[in-house]
Structure formats: structure tokens, C-alpha cells
């Protein structure tokens, strides 16, 4: 596609559903990032895959989220056992290089009652 | 302390200001400095990319990097209203160089007609 695409939009969930947020790069995309971000604040970064490997997940909050990118193209981001401080934009990004400009999804904004 | 700071605001200014937007950051390690524009409830997109330190013009965008102080500045001539917007300070290029991005909280600016 032209762009990066996340599915779903919007997700609400009740506390302790697990989720699961998708991310479709921008083909040929190398590299493809995770980053949350909260009401009235800037992008914190979760992971960071080059292809299929996921190279830095320094930024994951707990175990209860997990990223995978098994065919180094699409994305998912997991989060098991919601939380209400999970609530949050997840915005993914990709990019040609390791230190490209970043091209950003519209993001996958959830809501954990 | 965080690693990039920026003045949050809101900052309300008229049609045709010259608007200033400033940041710092703490590590003297980070290579690269960027500015992303980012409307509401849409993702990031990148408006002024640097490596070094000194101006890059591109319009009626005005980049600054200072790093001897770790200060960086963005300047918009003649404002309009269509840049209304969040505008969040970007550092990268640190010491683990895995091309992870680390933003500013951002600064959300009204241009009124």
C-alpha cells in the first residue's frame, strides 16, 4: 500500500482481555517500530524490528506485551491481560533504513475499561 | 530527566506570526535531530531532518541545532492556520544507534485566522 497501515483504529477492550494490534509497513520497509503514546504526550518507543528479528525491545513496558514480525513484513502487538494504564495510542512506523526518516501509521488508539 | 524536553504549551499566536518552538536534550551522543508535525488523531510525519549543528531552511521552516548547549529550535514564518498542529522535538543516532527515535513531549500550536 502507499502507506503504513494499523487495524484496528479503535479498540476497547474490558480489563484483562488480551489484544492484538496489526501493522502493515510500507513494502520493502526494513525497519519497522512500535511506539505508545499516551493523552497529551509524545511517542514512547516499545520494539524495534530490522526484518524478521526483533533487535531492540528495550521499551516494552511488562510481559504482558510482546511484538513478533514472523515474515519480517507485518506486525502484531499483543497485549495479554489489559491493564487501564494500557490505554493508549499504539502507533507503528517503518522505514527503508536503520536511521531513515520514519513513516508513521495513523495509529491504534485503545481503550481498557 | 527526560531525555528530550519541551515546553508543552499550548501556544495560540495569529495568522502571519513568526512562531518559535525550542527544545533541549541531554545526551551529547545523539547524532541526528529532526522535527515531526503531528494533526490530530493522525500519526507523526516528518517535517525538518539534521545531522549537524547550524540552520536548514526548507520554506517557511527554519531548523536550529545548537549542540554545544543541546538546544534545537524550529521556526515557522508567516504562520497559518493549516499549521495548526503538535509539533515534537526528535533525537537519535545515540550510543546503541539501533536507529530508535526519542521524542519531546510536543508543543501544540493554534495559528488563528
Known amino acids: 500500500g502507499a502507506g503504513v497501515s494499523q487495524s484496528p483504529r479503535y479498540k476497547v477492550a474490558k480489563r484483562g482481555q488480551d489484544v492484538a494490534l496489526r501493522c502493515d509497513p510500507i513494502?520493502?520497509?526494513?525497519?519497522l517500530f512500535w511506539y505508545q503514546q499516551a493523552l497529551g504526550q509524545g511517542p514512547e518507543f516499545l520494539t524495534y524490528?530490522?526484518?524478521?528479528?526483533?533487535?531492540?525491545k528495550s521499551g516494552l513496558p511488562s510481559d504482558r506485551f510482546f511484538a513478533e514480525r514472523p515474515e519480517g513484513s507485518v506486525s502484531t502487538l499483543k497485549i495479554q491481560r489489559t491493564q487501564q494504564e494500557d490505554s493508549a495510542v499504539y502507533l507503528c512506523?517503518?522505514?527503508?533504513?536503520?536511521?531513515?526518516?520514519?513513516?508513521f501509521g495513523e495509529g491504534s488508539r485503545l481503550t481498557v475499561l | 530527566q527526560k531525555e528530550v524536553e519541551q515546553d508543552p504549551g499550548p501556544l495560540s499566536v495569529p495568522e502571519g506570526a513568526i512562531v518559535s518552538l525550542n527544545c533541549t536534550y541531554s545526551n551529547s551522543a545523539f547524532q541526528y535531530f529532526m522535527w515531526y508535525r503531528q494533526y490530530s488523531r493522525k500519526g507523526p510525519e516528518l517535517l525538518m531532518y539534521?545531522?549537524?549543528?547550524g540552520n536548514k531552511e526548507d520554506g517557511r521552516f527554519t531548523a536550529q541545532v545548537d549542540k554545544s548547549s543541546k538546544y534545537i529550535s524550529l521556526f515557522i514564518r508567516d504562520s497559518q492556520p493549516s499549521d495548526s498542529a503538535t509539533y515534537l522535538c526528535v533525537v537519535g543516532g545515540g550510543s546503541s544507534n539501533t536507529g530508535k527515535l526519542i521524542f519531546g513531549q510536543g508543543t501544540t500550536l493554534q495559528v488563528k485566522p
Open positions: 539534521t545531522y549537524s549543528s
Open positions: 513494502s520493502g520497509h526494513v525497519s
Open positions: 512506523a517503518s522505514s527503508l533504513a536503520r536511521a531513515g526518516e520514519l513513516f
Open positions: 524490528f530490522q526484518n524478521e528479528a526483533q533487535l531492540d
